[in-house]
């Protein structure tokens, strides 16, 4: 996908050593060693990435707020389970943990000061990314030590996500479903995201995204289901007025951006519908132009209309191009969500029901 303007990175990151639960401010660049499970073999590596804003508040106080973060600290929170033995559970942090140690301990650190400050002045978008890796200087394929959690902050203008082009990748899968691993964010899981976009590129070189199908690669191709893009979730939007989300399963990322994108368009008064679409109903309803658009939903870039969407068989021959419908109202309103999940994190519209904003002073 799309890339960001005006990055900031924060001078400092955080450590948290999981065995003894000690913390620390460390150098952006401190090292992880290159003999580290997590380096050679993606071993422990989980991570986030969590929106969220700064402001100050009437009495000159600073606030960061965040929006259903608690729902990316549970997922985190799975994924470092995930990568844990049995006997090792006791390690993972409860997600009242991880609030305290990214807020009391991280957020609230002198060192931190400045760079929110500035932030809050310039309105700038943040971004938090908490990561996990293996402090242990070993090559065995096990699991890890020393298993620690780093984070760092960084800040941005824009997300440059629109206009970007799509092709369907019917011959790659992002994960299969019995590993139950394409429901965390793992960084093994991200090498197939990377290269589905290259292979979309071999039909449009052009192309920004790749949308995954199922992982039933013995059925008939039509009758395989849309699971998600490379790297976020999707939204379609149709000419009768509704809009689908895809359920999830262990295939897709449990997305926290989608949740807020369907309470916006149900408080806008949109019908969405959970269900699977096959892929050869897609293939219909573009056919017939009863698509109107095709959205991908993540972290950074909130909702971000897909200009073109390739529609190819098994032999990556194109069936149909899917352009939006850009005089439909839903292709508008689906912008108008975008703003509006933006404007919740200033505090300047109401915040739809299901979902909750969290405000810190820092």
């Known amino acids: 996908m799309a890339g960001f303007e005006g990055v900031e990175w924060a001078s400092h990151q955080m450590r948290y050593l999981l065995n003894d639960r000690e913390f620390g401010i460390v150098e952006p660049d401190a090292k992880v060693y290159a003999v580290s499970r997590s380096i050679h073999y993606g071993l422990f590596l989980v991570f986030e990435g969590i929106r969220f804003f700064c402001t100050q508040n009437d009495s000159g106080e600073l606030e960061a707020l965040f929006l259903n973060w608690d729902k990316n600290l549970e997922r985190f929170k799975k994924g470092i389970a995930f990568n844990l033995r049995r006997d090792q559970q006791h390690l993972v942090p409860e997600v009242a943990e991880l609030e305290e140690l990214f807020i009391q301990k991280f957020f609230k650190h002198p060192s931190m000061g400045d760079f929110f400050m500035e932030m809050a002045r310039r309105k700038a978008q943040g971004y938090l990314r908490p990561y996990t890796v293996d402090e242990k200087q070993s090559i065995g394929v096990t699991f890890p030590d020393d298993p620690s959690i780093r984070a760092v902050v960084c800040s941005y203008d824009r997300y440059l996500g629109e206009p970007f082009s799509g092709v369907v990748v019917p ?30 590129r071999n039909v449009h070189p052009g192309a920004a995204a790749a949308l995954f199908l199922d992982d ?102 194109i069936l149909v191009t899917h352009h939006p419908d850009e005089n439909h109202d839903l292709y508008k309103i689906l912008g108008d969500v975008r703003t509006y999940y933006w404007d919740i994190y200033q505090g300047e519209v109401d915040v739809p029901e299901g979902l909750k904003l969290f405000r810190y002073i820092l």
């Open 216 to 317: 039933k690669v013995h059925d008939r191709l039509e009758d395989r289901v849309i699971t998600e893009w490379d790297s976020s979730c999707c939204l379609f939007a149709f000419r009768d007025g509704t809009v689908v989300k895809i359920p999830e399963s262990p295939l897709i990322l449990p997305s926290v951006t989608i949740v807020g994108a369907v309470a916006i368009l149900r408080k806008m008064g949109i019908s969405v519908v959970e269900k699977d679409i096959c892929y050869g109903e897609l293939i219909q309803k573009a056919s017939n132009n009863e698509l109107v658009a095709a959205c991908s939903i993540g972290t950074a870039g909130i909702l971000n209309r897909c200009k073109e969407l390739i529609l190819v068989n098994g032999e990556d021959e």
């Open 171 to 200: 011959n790659l899968v992002r994960v299969t479903g019995i590993n139950r691993t394409g429901c965390l964010k793992l960084g093994v899981n991200y090498l197939m995201s990377v290269k589905a976009i290259d292979a979309a």
